[in-house]
C-alpha cells in the first residue's frame, strides 16, 4: 500500500481506525490478570547439586562410601561438563555442571531415573539424594522477626504463633514457614552414668520404656464387650509432673522411679537464647516461596496477614520483592518524567500545545501495543526485563516526534492537510524504517547466537528491540491518525522563524571554526587519540558490572568443648564490637538453617549465622572483623563470611576468576602443596587465597578384640548409643495435654562437661548380660589424621587457588604428580568480547543488506556505515577513558546507539539529497540544519531526560541498566555534535557522485 492510499484510507476510515485503537486501550484492562510479574525470568539451570546425608560418618567416609560412588554413577549421564563433590561430615555433595545447549528434559529424565537408582548401591544407613537446581544455599522469600513476649504465661501467645504460621502457609505460592526462636519450655532427662550403671539396664531400653510410656491407644469397638463403647488404654506420662513417678521396669519383676534413675529437668533450647537482633531476643520467621509466584501478590498478601494478629507486632526484617518494587517504582518515575518533559519540551520548541498533546498520546498507545505485545510473546516483567524497558523507554519519542515535525514542516510551506499528511509521512519513513531495523536487527545476532549468555540478556534486548518498534508502529499509525483528526492543524508562527535564525546564526558562527578542518590530521589525531586512551587511560574489560553488596552473612562454628555460656558472651562481645564500628550496622543473630533441631544441648554451644545489613564500609569491616576474630577468639571458633548480593547475582551465569585448580589422587600430598603455595605468596604478598581450606584433625578406630566367652560379648549399640547422647540428646516427642513440651534424653545434659575432660577409654557400657565393662578392656584404639571435607572433581582430589599466580615452573610441579588447570579470567573476558565483536560485525553485515534493500544502492549503505563505524569508535573511545570498566551494560547502549546514529545519518542524508545539484554547500548545510535541529534537539533531550532517574535513582541490581543508560548519555552528545559539524563536511566531500 502506497504512502497515498494510506493516509486516504485514515481520512475516510477515521472512525474506524478510533475504534481499533480504543479497543486496544480498554483490551489492557480485561488482560492485566494475564501479566506475568516475576522477581527473576526463567533460566535455564545449568548446576545442579545431588546432596545425601549419612548420618554420624566421618568425612572420610563419606567421600568414600557416598560421594565417590554417586560421582561415579552420575558420569553416565549425558551432557555432563564437570562433576565436582563435597564430602563432610554426615553429607555428601555432588555438584553437576550442564553442558550449555544440552537437552534439559532429556538430561533431567536421565538424572531423575538415575537418583532413584542409587540408594540400593549405597551402604545401608544412606539418606535419600534430593536434588536442587542452580544454587544449594536457601535464600528466604522474607524474613519477618516478631518481639519475644515479657510475660511467662505463653498458651494465648502460643496459639497466635501457631494460627500466624498456619495462615501463612496456606498463602498460593508459599512453600515452608520456619519458625526460629519461638519461646517454648522444654523437658529434659538427664541420665548420670554412674547410676545407670548399677542397674541392668541399657540406654535403648530405657529410651524405649519412656516412649511406651508416652503412648497410648484404642482398641475399637469390642463385639461382645459393651454396646457403642470404645476400648482405649491411656499413656502414663501425661504431663511434665508424670515423669519423676514413672515406673521404669528391671529384671525380676523390680521398678525404680524415672526420677530417681535420672535427673528432670526444664530448660530453654539454645535457639531461643541465640535468635535476636541488635541484641534483643526475637522471634524468627522465614518464608520461602515459589519462584513462578508473582513475588508482589504475594508480598501484599503476607502483609495483610501480619497486620490481621493485633497481638504482637512483626517486622518485616527482609523482602526480596523489595528490588522488584523498587525497579517498577523507577520505571514509573522515568516513565512520568519522561513524558512531562517531552511535553513542556515540546511546547518550548513548537510554541503550540496540539503537537505537545500528539506526542503524549502517540506515546501513550507505544505503551499500549507493548503492553499487547509482551502478553504475546510471554515476556514476563522482572528485575532484568523492566532494566530493557526503562532504557527503552527513553526513546519512544524519537520516531512519533520526527513524524509530527515533518508533517508540520510541509503545512508551515503551504500544503494542504492532506498533502502535509502524505508528503511528511514520505519524507521521514525510509528514515523511521531504516534506524528502527538497524535497532532491531541489531539486537538479532544477540539473543539468538548459542551462549550462556543468551538467556540472561533475552528479556532486556528483546524489550528494548519491542519498544522501538511500537514506537515505530505508533508514529505511522497514532500520529497521522490525530493529525487527520484535527480540522486545523497549526503552523509555525513567526516566533519559531524567529528563533530558528538566531540558532541558524550562532550555528553559522560556531561551524567557522570548521575552515580550519582537515580530515587528514584530523583522522590521524583521532586514532592517536584512540590508541593512547585506550592503552594507558582505557578501562578494565568485565563481562558484567560489579553488583554492590547489600550485607554480609558470617557463619561461627564453634570448636569442641565451648559452652553455651561461653557462646552467649562470645555473641554479646561481638555485637558490640560490630556497632562501635558502625552503629547503623543492623545484627541480626540466628541458629544455623543446617542445624537439627530434634538435637540440641541445652547447654552446648550451637553453629550460629549473622546477618549484617546497613553497610557502608564492606571492606574496611571485613579487615576490622578479621583482624578481632583472628585475635580474640581464633581458639575457639571458626567462621567464613560471604557477601549478600542482589537478587540479580543469584542468576548471573557464572563470571570468570583467575584460579589454578590442583589434582591429586593423595589429599595428605595435595594439602601439604597448598600450604607451600600459601606460604610463598604471603611472602610475595600476593593477592589470592584457596577457594577452601580443609581444617586437620584425628579419627580414632576401636577395634574389638576376641573375646571367647560368649557371655562377655558387649552390647555394642549400648556403647554407640552412650557416645552420641552425650553430646546430642534424642528428642522424644512432645508432652502435656495443654501446652504442649518437648521432651529430650541424653547424658550428663545438666552437667555439661569438655570433651577433652573425657576418658573415651573408660567409658562403661553393658554386656549381652547387662553387666557393666569398659571400651578399655575389650577394645584396642589406633589414631589418624584426617580432615573435615575431602573435595573431589572426576575422581581426584582438588584445591582451587583464586587470585594473583605465582611464577613457578610447570615441569617441576608435575614431577612432584601434582596436575592442574589454569584459568585466566583476562583470557576468558578478552574470549566473551571477541564474540560480542563477532556478533557485532553480523549485525553489520545485516544491517547492510537491509540498508542496501531500502535505498537500492550498494554505495550508500557502505557510506552510511562508515560513518557510524567512525562515530561508535569515538564514543566507545570516551566511554573507555571516563568509566573505570567497560563491560556488557556498555556494550548493549553502544548497541542501541548504532540505531540512534544511523537514523540521524538516514534523515540527514534524505535531507542534502532532496536539494537541488546547484544548491551551495553553505546553502544545503543551513537548509539541513533548519529542517533538522528541532526534531534532533527534541529527541536528544527527551531521551536523555528520560534517562536522568535511571542515573541518580539508583539502587541494588540496577547497575546493569544505569550503565546502559551513561553510555548513551555520553553517545547522543556526541551524536549531535556530528550531525551539524562532521555530517555537512563528509557529505559535501564523499556524496557527490550520489547527488
Not at 558420569?75 to 564430602?87: G, N
Not at 526444664?266 to 520467621?285: A, F
Not at 570498566?885 to 548497541?895: A, E, M, R, T
Amino acid at each position: 500500500m502506497s504512502v497515498e492510499r494510506y493516509v486516504h484510507f485514515l481520512v475516510k476510515h477515521k472512525r474506524l481506525c478510533w475504534v481499533i485503537s480504543l479497543s486496544f486501550l480498554i483490551a489492557v484492562f480485561f488482560r492485566i490478570p494475564e501479566l506475568e510479574i516475576w522477581l527473576l525470568p526463567k533460566l535455564t539451570p545449568i548446576r545442579y547439586f545431588v546432596v545425601t546425608e549419612f548420618p554420624n560418618h566421618s568425612a572420610e567416609d563419606t567421600d568414600l562410601m557416598v560421594s565417590l560412588p554417586i560421582s561415579e554413577i552420575l558420569s553416565s549421564v549425558k551432557s555432563v561438563e564437570r562433576i565436582r563433590s563435597l564430602s563432610e561430615h554426615g553429607k555428601s555433595i555432588v555438584e553437576l555442571d550442564l553442558l550449555y545447549g544440552a537437552s534439559l528434559p532429556e538430561f533431567k529424565e536421565q538424572l531423575y531415573q538415575t537418583i532413584f537408582e542409587i540408594k540400593d548401591k549405597l551402604p545401608p544407613g544412606v539418606g535419600d539424594s534430593r536434588l536442587f537446581e542452580g544454587d544449594r544455599e536457601e535464600r528466604p522469600f522474607m524474613e519477618i522477626l516478631i518481639p519475644k513476649p515479657k510475660t511467662k504465661d505463653l498458651d494465648d501467645y502460643d496459639f497466635h504463633l501457631k494460627q500466624l504460621q498456619f495462615q501463612l502457609e496456606r498463602i498460593p505460592g508459599i512453600t515452608e514457614v520456619r519458625m526460629v526462636g519461638k519461646p517454648k519450655e522444654s523437658s529434659f532427662i538427664s541420665i548420670d552414668p554412674k547410676v545407670l550403671d548399677l542397674f541392668p539396664l541399657t540406654i535403648r531400653d530405657l529410651e524405649s520404656q519412656i516412649r511406651a510410656g508416652k503412648e497410648g491407644g484404642s482398641l475399637g469397638k469390642i463385639d461382645g464387650y459393651t454396646k457403642d463403647t470404645e476400648l482405649k488404654f491411656s499413656s502414663e506420662i501425661k504431663s511434665y509432673e508424670d515423669l519423676n513417678q514413672f515406673p521404669i521396669h528391671l529384671e525380676g519383676g523390680k521398678s525404680v522411679p524415672l526420677g530417681q534413675l535420672t535427673k528432670i529437668f526444664e530448660s530453654e533450647l539454645p535457639e531461643e537464647k541465640l535468635t535476636r537482633i541488635n541484641g534483643k531476643d526475637t522471634i524468627y520467621l522465614l518464608i520461602f516461596s515459589d519462584s513462578k509466584t508473582n513475588p508482589l501478590r504475594l508480598s501484599s498478601e503476607v502483609q495483610k496477614k501480619l497486620n490481621s494478629f493485633n497481638l504482637f507486632a512483626a517486622n518485616i526484617y527482609s523482602d526480596v520483592s523489595v528490588e522488584l518494587r523498587t525497579a517498577l517504582r523507577q520505571f514509573v518515575i522515568s516513565l512520568i518524567w519522561g513524558l512531562l518533559f517531552a511535553f513542556l519540551f515540546s511546547y518550548f520548541l513548537y510554541k503550540s500545545w496540539i503537537p505537545a498533546l500528539l506526542l503524549f498520546v502517540a506515546v501513550s498507545f507505544s505503551f499500549v501495543l507493548f503492553f499487547h505485545l509482551i502478553l504475546l510473546f510471554s515476556i514476563s516483567i522482572n528485575l532484568l526485563s523492566l532494566g530493557g524497558i526503562s532504557v527503552g523507554a527513553g526513546m519512544l519519542f524519537d520516531t512519533s516526534n520526527l513524524t509530527v515535525f515533518s508533517i508540520r514542516k510541509q503545512i508551515s510551506m503551504g500544503d494542504s492537510a492532506s498533502n502535509a499528511l502524505i508528503k511528511g509521512i514520505q519524507s521521514v519513513l525510509v528514515s523511521l524504517f531504516s534506524s528502527s531495523l538497524t535497532t532491531i536487527v541489531v539486537f538479532i545476532p544477540l539473543l539468538v547466537f548459542p551462549m550462556e549468555w543468551k538467556d540472561f540478556l533475552f528479556d532486556s534486548g528483546i524489550n528494548i528491540a519491542l519498544l522501538v518498534f511500537c514506537s515505530f508502529v505508533s508514529s505511522l499509525w497514532m500520529v497521522p491518525l490525530l493529525a487527520v483528526s484535527i480540522q486545523n492543524f497549526p503552523r509555525d508562527n513567526q516566533n519559531i522563524s524567529k528563533q530558528e535564525t538566531f540558532v541558524s546564526r550562532w550555528y553559522e558562527k560556531t561551524y567557522q571554526f570548521g575552515k580550519y578542518f582537515n580530515l587528514r590530521w584530523f583522522v590521524i589525531g583521532f586514532m592517536f587519540f584512540f590508541c593512547f586512551g585506550v592503552i594507558e587511560l582505557g578501562s578494565k574489560l568485565e563481562i558484567f558490572p560489579k553488583q554492590n553488596v547489600i550485607g554480609i552473612r558470617l557463619q561461627t562454628l564453634p570448636k569442641n568443648g565451648l559452652s553455651l555460656a561461653e557462646e552467649l558472651s562470645f555473641v554479646n562481645d561481638l555485637e558490640t564490637k560490630i556497632k562501635s564500628f558502625d552503629p547503623k550496622i543492623s545484627v541480626l543473630v540466628f541458629p544455623n538453617p543446617k542445624l537439627e533441631s530434634t538435637q540440641t544441648h541445652p547447654k552446648k554451644a550451637i553453629p550460629i549465622q549473622w546477618k549484617l545489613y546497613g553497610l557502608e564500609r564492606s571492606k574496611e569491616f571485613e579487615v576490622f572483623l578479621s583482624n578481632y576474630l583472628s585475635s580474640d577468639y581464633s581458639s575457639h571458633w571458626d567462621w567464613k563470611w560471604d557477601p549478600i548480593g542482589s537478587e540479580v547475582t543469584k542468576v548471573l551465569p557464572f563470571l570468570p576468576d583467575d584460579k589454578i585448580v590442583f589434582f591429586n589422587k593423595s589429599w595428605d600430598l595435595l594439602q601439604s602443596f597448598s600450604y607451600e603455595w600459601k606460604n610463598r605468596a604471603d611472602k610475595l604478598k600476593l593477592m589470592g587465597e584457596f577457594s577452601f581450606s580443609p581444617k586437620k584433625i584425628f579419627l580414632e578406630e576401636w577395634t574389638r578384640h576376641p573375646i571367647p566367652i560368649p557371655e562377655l560379648l558387649p552390647e555394642e549399640s549400648d556403647l554407640k548409643d552412650r557416645i552420641l547422647y552425650e553430646y546430642n540428646p534424642k528428642y522424644l516427642g512432645e508432652i502435656g495435654e495443654g501446652t504442649k513440651r518437648d521432651l529430650y534424653l541424653g547424658i550428663g545434659v545438666s552437667d555439661f562437661r569438655s570433651i577433652d575432660g573425657i576418658d573415651l577409654g573408660r567409658i562403661g557400657f553393658k554386656t549381652k548380660l547387662n553387666d557393666l565393662t569398659y571400651v578399655g578392656s575389650l577394645f584396642s584404639s589406633k589414631k589418624k589424621t584426617s580432615y573435615d571435607q575431602f573435595r573431589r572433581e572426576s575422581g581426584l582430589f582438588y584445591m582451587e587457588w583464586k587470585g594473583e599466580s605465582l611464577q613457578f615452573d610447570k615441569n617441576e610441579v608435575q614431577k612432584t604428580g601434582i596436575s592442574f588447570l589454569e584459568f585466566s579470567a583476562k583470557n576468558e573476558t578478552h574470549h566473551f568480547f571477541y564474540i560480542l565483536l563477532l556478533l557485532f560485525i553480523i549485525a553489520f553485515a545485516f544491517i547492510y543488506l537491509a540498508l542496501v534493500g531500502i535505498y537500492e544502492s550498494f554505495f550508500l549503505p557502505i557510506f552510511y556505515l562508515g560513518i557510524s563505524i567512525f562515530y561508535l569508535l569515538v564514543t566507545s573511545s570516551i566511554v573507555f577513558i571516563l568509566f573505570d570498566s567497560f563491560h556488557l551494560g556498555h556494550y548493549i547502549g553502544l548497541v542501541v546507539l548504532l540505531g540512534l546514529s544511523i537514523d540521524n545519518i538516514s534523515l540527514f542524508g534524505e535531507r542534502w539529497m532532496e536539494l537541488n545539484k546547484g544548491t551551495s554547500d553553505e546553502k544545503s548545510r543551513e537548509t539541513v540544519f533548519r529542517w533538522l535541529v528541532r526534531p534532533v534537539t527534541l529527541n536528544s533531550g527527551t531521551t536523555m531526560m528520560g534517562f536522568l532517574p535511571v542515573l541518580f535513582l539508583e539502587f541494588s541490581g540496577s547497575e546493569f541498566s544505569r550503565s546502559i543508560a551513561l553510555t548513551m548519555f555520553v553517545g547522543i552528545p556526541i551524536s549531535v555534535c556530528f550531525v551539524f559539524y562532521l555530517y555537512p563536511f563528509l557529505f559535501s566531500k564523499f556524496l557527490s557522485r550520489v547527488r
